[in-house]
């Protein structure tokens, strides 16, 4: 299937900015959907940026204006660039992909979970 690989965590002032990249790679598949979430500590994991196939995005209210989300089709990866960044920022960020994989001479829907990476707002 699809392995989803993040980086570009870290620890950044208030204010300041990180870009989270997230690469995708396996078999023959075809992306359809990317997404990024967050769940900080004693919180519920949430969506925060998509970007669908006809490169449609939406953002939630607490990241609008802030993050952008982008894709590289070619190379299989998706960004998330954060600006002006806010303690409440902090949290582990998860990319997400939903995808079509070849398997047994068909395409079939599929999803993938990255492995979270940190990212730590504070002065």
């Known amino acids: 299937q699809v392995q989803l690989v993040e980086s570009g965590g870290g620890l950044v002032e208030p204010g300041g900015s990180l870009r989270l990249s997230c690469t995708a790679s396996?078999?023959?598949?075809?992306?359809?959907?990317w997404a990024w979430y967050r769940q900080a500590p004693g919180k519920q994991r949430e969506v925060i940026a998509s970007i669908g196939n006809d490169d449609y995005t939406n953002y939630a209210d607490s990241v609008r204006g802030r993050f952008t989300i982008s894709r590289d089709i070619p190379d299989n990866k998706v960004y998330l660039q954060m600006d002006s960044l806010k303690p409440e920022d902090t949290a582990v960020y998860y990319c997400?992909?939903?995808?079509?994989?070849?398997?047994?001479?068909?395409?079939?829907?599929?999803?993938?979970w990255g492995q979270g990476t940190q990212v730590t707002v504070s002065s």
């Open positions: 997400y992909a939903e995808f079509q994989y070849f398997t047994r001479g068909h395409y079939a829907p599929s999803s993938s």
């Open positions: 396996g078999s023959t598949f075809v992306l359809r959907f």
